[in-house]
RNA sequence: GCCGAAGUGGCGGAACUGGUAGACGCGCCGGACUCAAAAUCCGGUUCCCUUCGGGGAGUGUGGGUUCGAAUCCCACCUUCGGCACCA
C-alpha cells in the first residue's frame, strides 16, 4: 500500500538530517594543502534585506544555483555554496523609515525571515559562511579596504559636479541614474558641487573592456562597453589669437580638420569667465544651470559669439569661438572644432547662426578641399593629419572615456562609516589600522535631512587626530553600499578570518566565481565595481587573479501584473503561501519549469498543478516499482534505454547548457514511461535513475524515495551516468522523404547500409506513388535518419 | 543614430552542430472510476480540406542559398534592453 505524498513531513525531516549531519558545509582546503583540480564556486547575487521575505524572483534565483550546485557535487566538484546578506543601504534604510524603527531592527529581523524561507526551500548552502555587509566585523574590513584604495592613489577626494537626489537626500553614483532620475526612488535628480570621496574606477578603463579568460553574456559586455564608451581620436591645441593660450580639443575626426569653420567651448569651459565677452559670459552663467535633461530635450541650438578668434592649427584658418550649451564639459576638453559639413550638430549650429561650411570629404570618403592630404581616405587622412601636428607639437592621438570616476560618499546614516578624520592641521588622515573597524553609532535621528546624519552626532564626530593629536573631526558620511558588494564574495571564502579581510591561499583557490547568477540590471554597476576592486587588488598582490567572475548568467525577471516585483509597486509574490500547500519542492520544480531561466516570466501559480502531478505519480510509481519490480538491477530494455538518454539529456542540459526547465520535461517523459511498466525488469533503474536525477531539483522527495528504493544519502551519491552502450538503439524510424517533403516513416534496423536503407525506402507505396515509376536524380541518405529522393 | 537580444499552437515553451516542427506542461474537449465530487487513469487537441486512405498550408514579413531552413545569408517589420547634442 503506497502511503500519502505528504511534503511536509519528509521535507521537514530531510532539513533535519542534513542540518545535524553539516552536509552542505564545505571546507576551505588547508594551507599548503594538495588541492582538489576540479573546484566551483556558485555564486548568487545576494539579497537586499530591504523587504520583509524572499520573492519569487529570488526563489528563481538561488533555485537554479541549487540545481546547479547538488549536480557540480554529485559529479565530483569540490563545490561552495555560500549565502549573505547586503543589509546596508537606502532601501533598507527607507524600509526602517516607514516603519518608524532602527534601521538594524528592521534589517536583522528581515534576514531572519528570509534565512528560514531559505531554509525550508531546502537549498544547500553553506551556512557557516554566511556575512552581512552591517556587521562590524564585516565593515571593519570594508574599511581597511577603503583605505587601501586611498594609499595606493585609487580613492581620492575632490570637488565636483554630483547627482543629488532630492527625496533621499543624498548623492548617487553616476551608474545609478536613469533617465537623470535616482534608481532607487523614481525622483529627478540634480546636479551640485560637492567634496566626496571617488573611486578612480577610470584609471583601469581600458583593462575593464577585455574579459580575459571569462565568459560572459555578449548583452552584458555590450552594455559596459556602452557606458565606458570608449573612443580613439586626437586632441588638437588651437591657438587664440587674442590672448595667445591654447586650447585643446578632442575630436574623432581629425580627418575633417580642413573643414572646421569655428570653434566652440562649453558654457562651463573656465576660458569662457576667463575671456570671454560680458554677453557670452551671461549666457555661460545661465545655460551652466539649466537641468543636463533639458539641455538635451532643447530643439534648437543656442549659442553666443565670444569676441575670441582660434587659430587652425593646420592651415592657419582664423575661426570664431562660440560658447554653446551643445558642447558639454564633462566630455573630452569641453571644447569643440565645428565641422558643420560632417558634423549633424554642428551643421545645425551653423544653420543656426548661419556660419560658413566647407566639404572636405567626398562621395567616395576621400579628402578634399585639404592641402598636401588631398586624396587621402579619411582613416589614414586622420592619421597623417595627426602625425603632421604631433611634429609641431600641436596634437597628438588620444583615447576618451564616457566613463566618470565612482562616486560613493553618501550623506546618509546606513551605511559603512569612512575610516578617515579630517583634521585642520593634518589633512585627511586615516584612522589607525587598529582602531578599525569605525563602529557606526546609534543614534536616535538618522532621517535623512541633508546633512549627514552622523554630523549632528558630536560624540561621533569628534575626535583627536591620530597624527598630531589636535582636535579632529570624523568623515560624517557613509560609504555606497556597492563597495560592500565590491568584495563580500571574497569574505565568503574566509569569513571567520579576524586577521585579514581573507587569506590569499584559499581566495585564489575558489576563485574567479565559476558561476555567477543575478539580474542584469548591475552590468554597468555592481559588476563593474567588483571587476574595478578585483584588478586593484591583484596589482597590490592581494589575489591572484584579475577577473571576479568567470561566468555570469542572468536570470529573466519574474514579473507580476507585466513588471518586475518590488516592494514599491506592491506586485510581490513570494514562496510561502504554494509551499504551504504543496510543499518547497513543488515550488523548485515549479519556478524552474516556468520556462528558460534568462528570460522574463509573468508570475502565476496556475501551472503548479502539473508539477504537483508530477510529483504525485514519481511518488506512486517508485513505491511500485519498490514493490513489485525485479529487485536484480537488470540494465537492458526499453525503459533502460530512456533511463539512460534521460542521463545525458539532464546532464548536459545542466552543465553544459546551463538550461534547468528542459531537463524537467526529460525527466516527466521517463516517469510516464516508467508508470506504463512498473514491472518491467528494468523497472528498477529507471526509477532508480529518475529519483536520483530529480534529487537537485526537488531534494526533499528524491532523498525519501531515495531509502524507498533500499538506498541512503543521495545528497552525496555520485551522479548517474549514462552507458553509452545502452544509448545505441538497435532500430530506428527511417523518414523517407520525396524532394524535401515527408512521404512515409518506418522502422528499420539500425545495422541497414546506405544502400539497403534507400532499398527499402524505394520499396515503400506511399514512396512510389510520388516517385512515379522513374529513376530518382539525386538520392541522399542522413545515416540514423532519412533518405531523401530528388525527382 | 550606434550597440545588444528576441519574434514558433489558445498559453508557457521544445526542436543544441541545417534533416520527422510543436517534446513536456497548462488550458480545453471526450471517456473510465464514483450515488456525486475531488483525486486518479485513458484518449484527443497547429490551421484548412477530406471520399477518413490521406492532401495542403504553416515558425514576424519578403527574397536567397540548399536535395532539405524555425535554424544559414540579405532586406524589412515589430518588441525589449543599453548608450546618446559624447565631438
Known amino acids: 500500500m503506497t502511503p500519502r505524498y505528504e511534503p511536509h513531513e519528509i521535507e521537514t525531516k530531510w532539513q533535519r538530517v542534513w542540518e545535524d549531519e553539516g552536509a552542505f558545509r564545505v ?68 524600509a526602517a523609515i516607514r516603519e518608524g524603527r532602527h534601521p538594524r531592527e528592521t534589517i536583522e529581523r528581515n534576514i531572519e525571515t528570509m534565512r528560514s524561507q531559505m531554509k525550508r526551500l531546502g537549498w544547500a548552502i553553506d551556512w557557516d559562511r554566511e556575512v552581512s555587509a552591517h556587521q562590524p566585523t564585516f565593515y571593519r574590513w570594508t574599511q581597511w579596504l577603503f583605505q587601501q584604495f586611498v594609499a595606493h592613489d585609487l580613492c581620492y577626494r575632490r570637488e565636483g559636479p554630483v547627482n543629488w537626489c532630492p527625496n533621499d537626500q543624498t548623492v548617487v553614483a553616476n551608474e545609478y541614474v536613469v533617465d537623470g532620475r535616482c534608481e ?104 551652466g544651470t539649466r537641468p543636463v535633461e533639458e539641455r538635451a530635450a532643447a530643439t534648437k541650438k543656442t549659442g553666443v559669439f565670444t569676441g575670441l578668434h582660434a587659430i587652425n ?137 541633508g546633512r549627514p546624519p552622523l554630523a549632528a552626532n558630536e560624540e561621533y564626530m569628534s575626535v583627536d587626530c591620530p597624527q598630531c593629536g589636535g582636535a579632529a573631526r570624523r568623515d560624517p558620511d557613509t560609504m555606497d553600499t556597492f563597495v560592500d558588494s565590491s568584495w563580500y564574495f571574497l569574505r565568503y571564502i574566509d569569513s571567520h578570518n579576524d586577521e585579514a579581510p581573507f587569506d590569499r591561499f584559499v581566495v585564489d583557490y575558489w576563485l574567479p566565481v565559476s558561476q555567477y547568477i543575478g539580474g542584469i540590471d548591475h552590468s554597468t554597476g555592481h559588476l563593474l565595481y567588483s571587476r574595478f576592486f578585483v584588478k586593484a587588488m591583484n596589482d597590490w598582490g592581494m589575489v591572484g587573479f584579475r577577473e571576479p567572475f568567470a561566468r555570469v548568467f542572468h536570470q529573466g525577471w519574474v514579473t507580476l501584473g507585466g513588471s518586475k516585483m518590488s516592494k514599491t509597486k506592491g506586485n510581490v509574490a513570494g514562496p510561502d503561501e504554494l509551499a504551504d500547500e504543496y510543499g518547497a519542492d513543488a515550488v523548485r520544480l515549479y519556478i524552474l519549469f516556468m520556462g528558460p531561466a534568462d528570460q522574463d516570466m509573468e508570475w502565476t501559480p496556475d501551472g503548479v498543478e502539473g ?72 523497472a528498477r533503474f529507471a526509477a532508480e535513475t529518475a529519483v536520483s536525477l530529480i534529487q537537485p531539483y526537488a531534494p526533499h522527495v528524491a532523498e525519501e524515495l531515495w531509502t524507498v528504493l533500499g538506498h541512503e544519502r543521495l545528497w552525496e551519491a555520485p551522479w548517474s551516468e549514462a552507458d553509452e552502450s545502452q544509448l545505441v538503439r538497435e532500430t530506428f524510424e527511417l523518414v523517407v522523404q ?34 512515379d515509376g522513374g529513376e530518382p536524380r539525386k538520392t541522399i541518405v542522413v545515416p540514423k535518419k532519412l533518405v531523401n529522393f530528388v525527382v
Not at 368 to 394: K, M
Not at 744 to 771: I, K, M, P, Q
Request: contains cysteine; proline residues 7%.
Open 313 to 449: 592649427p593646420i592651415d592657419g584658418e582664423r575661426l570664431p569661438i562660440w560658447v554653446a550649451d551643445y558642447v558639454l564639459m564633462d566630455y573630452g576638453t569641453g571644447a569643440i572644432m565645428a565641422v558643420p559639413a560632417h558634423d549633424e550638430r554642428d551643421g545645425e549650429f551653423a544653420e543656426t547662426f548661419t556660419l560658413p561650411t566647407k566639404v572636405v570629404i567626398d562621395e567616395d570618403g576621400k579628402l578634399v578641399n585639404s592641402g598636401r592630404f588631398d586624396e587621402l581616405p579619411a582613416e589614414e587622412g586622420a592619421r597623417a593629419i595627426v602625425a603632421a601636428l604631433e611634429e609641431e607639437g600641436r596634437g597628438q592621438a588620444t583615447v576618451n572615456y564616457r566613463l566618470r570616476d565612482w562616486s560613493v560618499s553618501r550623506q546618509r546614516y546606513w551605511g559603512c562609516p569612512i575610516p578617515f578624520i579630517h583634521c585642520e592641521k593634518c589633512g585627511v588622515v586615516p584612522v589607525p589600522e587598529d582602531q578599525l573597524p569605525v563602529i557606526l553609532p546609534d543614534i536616535e535621528d538618522y532621517a535623512p535631512k
Open 27 to 94: 571546507p576551505n582546503p588547508a594551507p599548503g594543502a594538495p588541492t582538489a583540480e576540479s573546484h566551483w564556486y556558485q555564486l548568487e547575487m545576494l539579497p537586499y534585506p530591504s523587504g520583509p521575505s524572499l520573492h519569487m524572483g529570488h526563489v528563481l534565483n538561488y533555485t537554479m544555483g541549487d540545481v546547479q550546485t547538488h549536480v557540480r557535487r554529485r559529479s565530483g566538484w569540490h563545490v561552495v555554496r555560500p549565502m549573505g546578506w547586503d543589509a546596508f543601504g537606502l532601501p533598507a534604510e527607507n
Open 184 to 287: 532607487r526612488c523614481g525622483a529627478e535628480v540634480e546636479l551640485r558641487t560637492m567634496t566626496q570621496w571617488y573611486m578612480r574606477t577610470t584609471a583601469y578603463a581600458d583593462e575593464l573592456l577585455e574579459y580575459e579568460g571569462t565568459e560572459w553574456p555578449s548583452r552584458t559586455r555590450a552594455i559596459q562597453r556602452n557606458w565606458i564608451g570608449r573612443s580613439e581620436g586626437a586632441e588638437i591645441l588651437f591657438r587664440v589669437e587674442e590672448t595667445g593660450g591654447d586650447i585643446a580639443v578632442f575630436t574623432t575626426r581629425a580627418d575633417t580638420l580642413f573643414g572646421a569653420t569655428f570653434f566652440v567651448l562649453a558654457p562651463e569651459h573656465p576660458f569662457v569667465a576667463a575671456h570671454a565677452s560680458e554677453e557670452a559670459k551671461q549666457y555661460a552663467r545661465h545655460a
Open 611 to 682: 508539477i504537483v502531478r508530477f510529483l504525485r505519480r514519481l511518488w506512486r510509481v517508485v513505491h511500485e516499482v519498490a514493490g513489485s519490480a525485479p529487485a536484480d538491477g537488470v540494465r537492458e530494455g526499453a525503459l533502460a534505454r530512456k533511463a539512460n538518454e534521460t542521463i545525458a539529456r539532464v546532464t548536459d542540459d545542466v552543465l553544459r547548457r546551463f538550461q534547468f526547465h528542459t531537463p524537467i520535461a526529460a525527466l516527466m517523459e521517463l516517469v510516464n514511461e516508467l508508470s506504463g511498466a512498473v514491472g518491467a525488469p528494468d
Open 738 to 771: 520525396v524532394n524535401g517533403r515527408v512521404r512515409d516513416r518506418f522502422e528499420v534496423d539500425a545495422g541497414l547500409s546506405e544502400e539497403e536503407l534507400v532499398a527499402r525506402a524505394r520499396e515503400s507505396e506511399r514512396v512510389r506513388a510520388y516517385l
